[in-house]
């Protein structure tokens, strides 16, 4: 629906008529095959029988709607889209083992593999964390605590705020504006010259002299940087023509904005790794602090040294997560002014793995009126790209993927999410005859949200995710990523074996385009399965941002005005670094039942949508508005079996190839004809 709508759909809710709850139980549930008197749905007939079909039950008395149907779906159901051939040849065996993809695919996390605990000296603050398996884990909570190692962490902390506040103030040429981009990245060779150390110096300028006058780099002639740099970190070797394959490669870049969150608020958020951790869930994956070296000033942050771990990802299967040990440390700077600090910690304990480390990156705080803060951000690290795809390499060499503004955008993104949330009352955007009371806004939010963070967690390369190939037969060349998930005590989600499966493709569209297309009810039933030859009609939504596309929204899908299909919950969320568009459907008594208030915990979903990243730059596609293409990722999360086990059969790999075909299909097929036909409407 258009912004242009939104008044004269804007009911003044504290006018409403009361509407009693439903108990949310089955036993006190409306009988399913009678119409609901509820005014949500007045008016409105609804065929309950077509409810299963869509994946919705019910477990001791709790909802859970699945995104599509319970697999397997038989190849003989004419519903069922079947774009291509499924050749089966060279395919032995009757299911899909969990575990003998270990060839085809990297190795699940074994026994001794590094989960980090819950418990004992790292409190309960580890989000998504598992088990304490490995000894030098141990190790590191034992050992940081000793001296030296406690000394040298704390110096190597001061030093990297000393360098924080310095670069994150400088100008060009150390800092380098991006054509068309808010943020800058860092020039490396002006860095050296500034804080590097005077070999350092002297090695590229040697390097730099060879490149100039032409001479071929020889696989048997490297010249070497020192063994360490300034932060006392081992360096790798640099070949003449710069970083070899082999060695880790700079990100550094740097963005300011200005937040609508108090400075105070601000420094309990980065410093609570509870609160950061939500506050940035679409980019870091689990996260523990580990010990706290100094507490700093009374009833202050300043002076805090804190030993943590943190894992980070980007919204998609096929990125490497990167993981690292760092210290965190605040201090109060002049002219009102705070800092905090992120160094890697390699040189004292060995990392969880090579591929990442973390020069001090972090941000400055500087209190503005009216509760705003002003912040400069700054990433500044070392990351292996080797197992980049070129669908993702200029996101990530560039800084956009894992760079300032996506920490800048996330914390404008949960500001703005939090001040709805907290709001008493705010507006609801309904059709004519929908009657939703506050509590009911509330509670639709508090599902939404669930969905995103519970989407964040499934779409992910986190270690804790075992992704495996999905592969039909010998010829199959499709990359499709799929995930066994046994849920038996995951609150939320129903007691099964569900399965999530994903791909990956570049668009010839822009983001916001591929954006505003995938969320609208004009345009779903172009590319959802379950809404094809349905008419889909947003029937309320309730904003979460100032851009109009960062909403919850609630849809029904009808095949004629009396005879209602299904209903979904969609959350949908745009900014510069990237966008998703998160749903699951709802049958009438789980959509009712939140409409009157109800605890949306018991309402459990398996989340299923798409998340947008821009495909960096520079591009061979830039449209009118000077933006280039987009990386789609698409995820479906669905029941595999109420029986928890550890495989799929081969029928359910027919249905999730026949699944991801269609899609990506139908996704193309649309791409093609607006950008042929310029009509992209839903701007």
């Given at each position: 629906?258009d912004?242009e709508n ?6 003044n809710?504290t006018e ?5 709850p439903?108990?949310?139980?089955s036993?006190?549930?409306?009988p399913r095959?009678q119409e609901?008197?509820?005014?949500i749905?007045?008016?409105?007939g ?5 409810i299963?079909?869509g994946g919705?039950g019910?477990f001791?008395?709790?909802l859970y709607c699945s995104?599509?149907?319970?697999l397997?779906i ?7 889209p079947?774009?291509?051939t499924?050749n089966?040849?060279?395919f ?8 003998s993809?270990s060839?085809?695919?990297?190795l699940p ?9 819950t418990?004992g000296?790292?409190n309960s603050?580890?989000?998504g964390g598992g088990g304490f398996n490995?000894?030098?884990d141990l190790?590191?909570?034992?050992s ?6 406690k000394?040298?962490i704390?110096a ?7 360098e ?5 103030m ?8 991006q054509?068309?981009k808010?943020f800058?990245t ?7 010259r ?11 300028k ?6 100039e006058v032409?001479?071929?780099e020889s696989s048997s ?10 932060f006392?970190?081992?360096?790798v ?5 710069g ?5 880790l490669?700079?990100?550094a ?6 937040l609508d ?7 309990h958020?980065?410093m609570d790794v509870?609160q950061?951790s939500?506050a ?9 602090v580990?010990g706290?070296l100094s ?5 202050s942050?300043d ?10 990802h980007?919204p998609?299967?096929?990125v490497?997560?990167r993981?690292?040990?760092?210290a965190?440390?605040?201090?109060q ?12 910690l390699e ?7 090579t591929?990442?480390?973390r020069r001090?990156?972090g941000?400055l705080?500087?209190p ?21 795809s070129n ?7 560039t800084?956009?993927?894992?760079g ?6 996330s914390i404008?993104k949960?500001?703005e999410?939090s001040k709805i949330?907290?709001?008493k009352?705010a507006p609801i955007?309904?059709d ?5 009371p506050q509590a009911?806004r509330t509670?639709f939010?508090?599902?939404a949200d669930?969905?995103?963070?519970t989407f964040?967690g ?13 592969i039909?037969?010998?010829s199959d ?16 989600k129903?007691?099964?074996t569900t399965v999530v499966f ?5 668009l010839?569209?822009s983001p916001?385009?591929?954006f ?6 004009d345009?779903r039933?172009k590319w959802d399965?379950?809404?094809?030859n349905?008419?889909?009609r947003?029937f309320?939504y ?6 109009p ?6 849809m029904r899908?009808?095949k004629?005005?009396d005879?209602?299909e299904?209903f979904?919950?969609q959350?949908?969320?745009?900014d510069?670094t990237?966008?998703y ?5 709802l049958?009438?008594?789980a959509?009712?039942s ?5 605890n949306?915990?018991?309402v459990?979903?398996l989340?299923?949508g798409f ?15 000077g933006?280039?293409g987009?990386i789609l990722?698409i995820?479906?999360h ?8 550890q ?6 790999v027919?249905?999730m190839?026949n699944i991801i075909?269609?899609t990506v299909?139908?996704i193309k097929?649309?791409?093609?004809y ?7 409407q839903?701007?």
């Open positions: 629906m912004c939104d008044c004269s759909r804007n009911i809710v409403l008529p009361t509407i009693t439903w108990n949310h139980s036993a006190n549930a409306p095959d609901s008197s509820h005014p749905f007045s008016n409105r609804m065929d309950n029988s077509k299963s079909s919705c019910r001791n008395g709790d995104s599509i149907n319970p397997p038989h190849e003989s159901d004419p519903s069922f079947n774009r291509g499924n089966m040849d060279g032995n065996g009757a299911s899909y083992d969990l575990h993809f060839a085809n695919a990297p996390r074994q026994e001794s593999d590094p989960i980090f605990p418990g000296m790292m603050n580890m989000c490995r000894a030098s190790l590191l909570v034992v940081m605590y000793a001296e030296p190692t000394s040298e704390i190597l902390a001061e030093s990297a705020m000393d924080l506040s310095k670069i994150a400088e100008g060009q040429p150390l800092w380098v504006p054509k068309d808010k800058e860092l020039n490396d060779i002006e860095y050296l500034q804080f590097g150390e005077v070999q350092e110096i002297e090695s590229m040697e390097i730099m002299k060879l490149v032409g001479q071929e002639s490297q010249y070497l940087l020192p063994t360490v740099d300034s006392g970190r081992e360096l070797p640099l070949s003449l023509s970083v070899p394959k082999e060695a490669q700079t990100e870049s740097r963005d300011m904005g200005y969150i108090s400075s105070t608020k601000l420094l958020l980065l509870n950061w939500k940035f869930d679409n980019i870091v994956t689990r996260a523990a580990l706290t507490n700093g000033a009374e009833e942050y002076g805090k040294v804190q030993v943590m771990f943190a894992e980070y980007l998609t299967p096929f490497p997560s993981e690292c040990y760092f965190r440390y605040c201090k700077l002049p002219y009102e002014m705070w800092g905090v600090v992120d160094v890697s040189k004292h304990f060995p990392s969880l793995a591929n990442f480390r001090p990156s941000c705080i500087r503005m009126p009216d509760g705003f803060s002003k912040v400069i951000w700054v990433e500044h690290v070392e990351a292996d790209h080797s197992q980049l669908h993702f390499r200029p996101l990530v060499t800084g956009l993927g894992f300032a503004t996506r920490w800048i955008n404008i949960h500001t999410s949330m907290e709001a009352s955007y309904v004519y005859g929908v009657i939703i009911g509670s939010l508090n599902l669930r969905l995103v963070r964040c499934d779409i992910n390369a986190s270690m804790t995710n075992q992704w495996m190939p999905l039909s037969s010998e060349s499709s990359d499709v990523r799929v995930m066994i998930r046994n849920n038996i005590e995951d609150p939320g129903p007691i099964a994903s791909t990956c493709l570049w010839k569209v916001s385009r591929l505003n297309f995938l969320r609208h009810e345009s039933n399965i379950l809404s094809r349905l008419t889909i947003e309320a309730m904003n979460k941002g100032t851009n596309g960062n909403r919850v929204s609630l899908a009808m004629s005005e005879k209602i299904i979904y919950i959350e949908s969320y745009i510069t990237g966008s568009i998160v749903y699951a459907p049958d009438e008594f959509l009712s939140l409409a009157n208030g109800a949306p915990n018991k459990m979903v989340p299923s998340s947008i990243l821009p495909c960096g730059f520079p591009s061979d596609y830039i449209d009118e508005k933006e280039g987009s990722t995820a479906f669905t029941i595999e079996s109420h029986n928890i086990k495989f799929f059969s081969l029928e359910s027919i249905v190839k075909s269609d299909t139908s097929d649309a791409v093609l607006n950008n042929y036909t310029n009509n992209w839903y701007n």
